[in-house]
Nanobody, 120 residues
Framework: QVQLVESGGGLAQPGESLRLSCAASGSIARINAMGWYRQAPGKQRELVAITTSGGSTNYADSVKGRFTISRDNAKNTVFLQMNSLKPEDTAVYYC??????????????WGQGTQVTVSS
């Protein structure tokens, strides 16, 4: 199967930056896309940013211009650089991998989540 290990969450003040990392390991045959989702208390999980194997990216409108997703294909690692953080960015951030493991169909895999809190 696939293991996704996230790191880099924590507490930041408004306007500060944080960088999230997610390393994927396991019997990965092919990755279609990797990305980040978040879930705030009482809200549904939402897409933050995604990057495909072809190099295209997509961002939620609320983070465009502030967040940047990048990927190290050789290491199956995805990063999320979060600048100009706002209190409304507070949420648990989940890493996602959309792809195949050997002998299985395409599906989504999720990390355990990392807390990001933006507060003064």
């Amino acid at each position: 199967q696939v293991q996704l290990v996230e790191s880099g969450g924590g507490l930041a003040q408004p306007g500060e930056s944080l960088r999230l990392s997610c390393a994927a390991s396991g019997s990965i045959a092919r990755i279609n896309a990797m990305g980040w989702y978040r879930q705030a208390p009482g809200k549904q999980r939402e897409l933050v940013a995604i990057t495909t194997s072809g190099g295209s990216t997509n961002y939620a409108d609320s983070v465009k211009g502030r967040f940047t997703i990048s990927r190290d294909n050789a290491k199956n690692t995805v990063f999320l650089q979060m600048n100009s953080l706002k209190p409304e960015d507070t949420a648990v951030y989940y890493c996602n991998l959309d792809g195949w493991v050997w002998g299985s169909n395409r599906r989504d895999y999720w990390g355990q989540g990392t807390q990001v809190t933006v507060s003064s």
